[in-house]
């Protein structure tokens, strides 16, 4: 399938229900990896069977929280689908191996996909779409954060003024990454975001954010704190609904309402996808690429920094070294590669690698 403008516009109207899967593995080119493993994933399933390690404890415990209201996921056989999928994507990349919020998105595309075509698109999301998202650090999502951030000061000035701690925002926004909005959207509307992710990639996600910031400016600007900012975007988010969805609603559940208030007006996703496109939707991805590079060096520092500061805690109380010396020692052993102490011609040299981390 060619990727023109036509078709662009077709997705941001949103998949019709019965193609969505394969239109799925089309645009994220996950069909590539489906035809040419033949039997890759029933082997995969075979090798992990009754395999007990730490991930298929988490997936265990994360089982029943995927879709718990959705009638696919009340009965054992859509749990052990799940179970399967993430499972043996565990056995097959154990550098990942299994993170919250990748049993959100299985479930979902075991929605609209067969059980290996959901392997693979996870492989898809995981291997390359969102590539270092679901590892404990969740470093991708954290430099995306980053770039969000950035985004915000350039198209959105003065909210970006107004917002007093970017920070309490990103609490909110880093679930946006990484579920692609189906953690805190109705269903029905979050899996219109998800076609526009698989054709375009990441940057649907940078452009939908600004857009639902944007048209939440006023009451953000006006807003007494973070906090009640934050209920603000939860609400408004839980209330995006699709009206060309044919089943019934499904909602979030994850905003916050009280008694006292009213519900906030109803936005159509379709409505928002698509000034997300004409207001938001001239970054390209090499321009992502570019911002992503340029703070990934940010953020891998702050890591480093709270690293360093967290080994000196622990260290510090057992030796008898001052501080100034031992963040010395610290700089030196982890330093790149080995290092070399000479101690003279007739003894060998010894290498030293900093395994302390």
């Known amino acids: ?208 954010g600004l857009a639902v910031l944007e048209a939440n400016a006023g009451a953000l600007c006006s807003s007494r704190d973070d906090s009640q900012a934050l209920v603000l975007l939860s609400r408004f988010l839980d209330h995006i609904k699709n009206e060309d969805s044919p089943g019934p609603p499904m909602g979030s559940h994850h905003a916050f309402v009280s008694e006292d208030q009213e519900p906030p007006p109803v936005t159509d996703i379709g409505d928002l996808i698509r000034d997300s496109y004409e207001k938001f939707g001239h970054q390209s991805v090499g321009q992502i690429e570019r911002m992503r590079c340029r703070h990934r060096i940010r953020v891998l520092q702050g890591h480093e920094g709270t690293t360093k500061q967290n080994v000196l805690r622990v260290v510090s109380p057992e030796v008898s070294f001052p501080l100034g010396d031992l963040e010395e020692l610290y700089d030196l052993f982890k330093v790149p590669g080995p290092i070399r102490w000479n101690r003279g011609p007739q003894r060998p040299s010894l290498h030293i690698r900093f395994h302390y981390l």
């Open 1 to 208: 399938m060619f990727r023109t403008e036509k078709i662009r516009k077709l997705v941001a109207m949103g998949l019709p229900q019965c193609l969505r899967g394969r239109l799925w593995l089309l645009f994220s080119d996950a069909i590539t990896d489906l035809a040419s493993h033949p039997g890759y994933y029933g082997r995969l399933v075979e090798e992990s069977l009754g395999n007990c390690c730490l991930a298929t404890e988490e997936i265990e415990r994360d089982l029943h929280r995927s879709l718990p209201e959705h009638p696919a996921f009340q009965t054992e056989t859509g749990i052990a689908a799940l179970r399967r999928v993430l499972t043996a994507y565990a056995h097959r990349n154990p550098r990942i191996g299994y993170c919250q919020s990748m049993n959100i998105l299985a479930s979902v595309l075991l929605l609209y996909a067969t059980e290996e075509d959901a392997f693979w698109l996870l492989v898809a999301v995981c291997e390359r779409m969102l590539p270092d998202y679901f590892n404990r650090r969740v470093l991708g999502a954290q430099v995306d954060q980053s770039v969000f951030e950035e985004l915000i000061q350039e198209q959105l000035p003065e909210l970006a003024e107004r917002l007093r701690d970017p920070s309490a925002l990103a609490s909110l926004s880093l679930s946006w990454f990484l579920t692609l909005f189906l953690s805190i959207m109705p269903l029905e509307s979050a899996v219109h975001v998800v076609d526009c992710f698989f054709y375009d990639g990441i940057k649907v996600v940078f452009q939908l």
